[in-house]
């Protein structure tokens, strides 16, 4: 069996809607399976790349591929085998949508009208909820949620959905620890257990360390790529992050720490 391409840009460039260059000479290949982490400081053009991949965006020169597929002239097919969890999801929080109905619209957004729910349906839900460990609050209203539990909610409905590949978008972000191994637990052993890629952005490799295979880091093109030790190199952490960052290492792993927290630009 030959190799199979997960995701793969060349020569791509992309602009800011108000012009200013966001990604420039972006060049990478990675092979399927994976679970791919997408990481660098606040405004490198991670979410940038994550929404030309989908399609919401143009490159201003070049391509992406995902699974082969253009991200403009097939952007529709993409959308079809993506579960895509945003770092900022647009439910209303007015409107009393329970926990159980928000995973299930995964299901149902992927089904061609009418959209009726199934007993399969039904299952696939509370299997995706206990992953993260939100089961018992299933009939609770979403918006009286915390904050971590509202991620691991929306974590759950991609879980419950369809797809060949999961992309999340700063999924732990502003979550408590314990949302936070839930999801990164949840999300390794789903990668390991199903024939599904993964490629989550962050903005803190080390949560997901010993869970990834290939690390791409960025700074408004592609700094490096590899696994998370090889991308754990002091002058390549501190040519990103700035002569702050520090590398430790732990159980034979190398991890950085860094200043950088927070949510990436979106304009």
Same mark, same amino acid.
């Given at each position: 069996?030959?190799?199979?391409?997960?995701?793969?840009?060349?020569?791509?460039?992309?602009?800011?809607?108000?012009?200013? #260059?966001?990604?420039?000479?972006?060049?990478?290949? =990675?092979?399927?399976?994976?679970?791919?982490? #997408?990481?660098?400081?606040?405004?490198?053009?991670?979410?940038?790349? /994550?929404?030309?991949?989908?399609?919401?965006?143009?490159?201003?020169?070049?391509? /992406?591929? +995902?699974?082969?597929? $253009?991200?403009?002239?097939?952007?529709?097919?993409?959308?079809?085998?993506?579960?895509?969890? *945003?770092?900022?999801?647009? =439910?209303?929080?007015?409107?009393?949508?329970?926990?159980?109905?928000?995973?299930?619209?995964?299901?149902?957004?992927?089904? *061609?009208?009418?959209?009726?729910?199934?007993?399969?349906?039904?299952?696939?839900? =509370?299997?995706?909820?206990?992953?993260?460990?939100?089961?018992?609050?299933?009939?609770?209203?979403?918006?009286?949620?915390?904050?971590?539990?509202?991620?691991?909610?929306?974590?759950?409905?991609?879980?419950?959905?369809?797809?060949?590949?999961?992309?999340?978008?700063?999924?732990?972000?502003?979550?408590?620890?314990?949302?936070?191994? +839930? #999801?990164?637990?949840?999300?390794?052993?789903?990668?390991?257990?199903?024939?599904?890629?993964? /490629?989550? !952005?962050?903005?803190?490799?080390?949560?997901?360390?010993?869970?990834?295979?290939?690390?791409? +880091?960025?700074?408004?093109? !592609?700094?490096? #790529?590899?696994?998370? @030790? $090889? =991308?754990? $190199?002091?002058?390549?952490?501190?040519?990103?992050?700035?002569?702050?960052?520090?590398?430790?290492?732990?159980?034979?792993?190398?991890? @950085?720490?860094?200043?950088?927290?927070?949510?990436?630009?979106?304009?």
């Amino acid at each position: 069996m030959g190799r199979q391409l997960m995701m793969e840009a060349n020569d791509l460039a992309v602009r800011y809607p108000n012009g200013d #260059i966001a990604l420039h000479d972006v060049n990478f290949s =990675i092979d399927s399976p994976s679970f791919t982490a #997408i990481i660098g400081p606040n405004g490198s053009g991670k979410s940038t790349l /994550v929404k030309t991949v989908l399609g919401l965006l143009k490159p201003a020169k070049g391509f /992406v591929k +995902l699974h082969g597929y $253009d991200s403009v002239r097939e952007k529709n097919r993409i959308r079809k085998i993506v579960r895509y969890v *945003p770092q900022r999801d647009h =439910i209303e929080l007015n409107v009393p949508m329970k926990v159980k109905d928000i995973v299930l619209m995964g299901r149902l957004l992927k089904k *061609p009208p009418p959209r009726f729910s199934t007993s399969k349906d039904r299952n696939a839900v =509370i299997a995706a909820l206990k992953q993260v460990d939100m089961d018992d609050l299933w009939e609770r209203p979403f918006p009286e949620l915390s904050g971590g539990q509202r991620q691991r909610v929306l974590v759950a409905r991609a879980l419950a959905s369809d797809g060949s590949v999961l992309m999340l978008d700063e999924p732990l972000a502003g979550t408590d620890s314990h949302s936070q191994d +839930l #999801i990164v637990e949840a999300l390794g052993t789903y990668h390991r257990e199903n024939d599904v890629d993964i /490629v989550m !952005v962050t903005h803190d490799l080390n949560p997901i360390h010993s869970y990834v295979k290939d690390v791409l +880091l960025m700074k408004n093109t !592609v700094v490096g #790529i590899g696994t998370p @030790c $090889d =991308i754990m $190199d002091l002058d390549m952490m501190k040519h990103v992050y700035g002569p702050t960052a520090r590398i430790v290492e732990h159980s034979g792993h190398r991890y @950085c720490i860094t200043k950088d927290s927070g949510f990436d630009r979106h304009d």
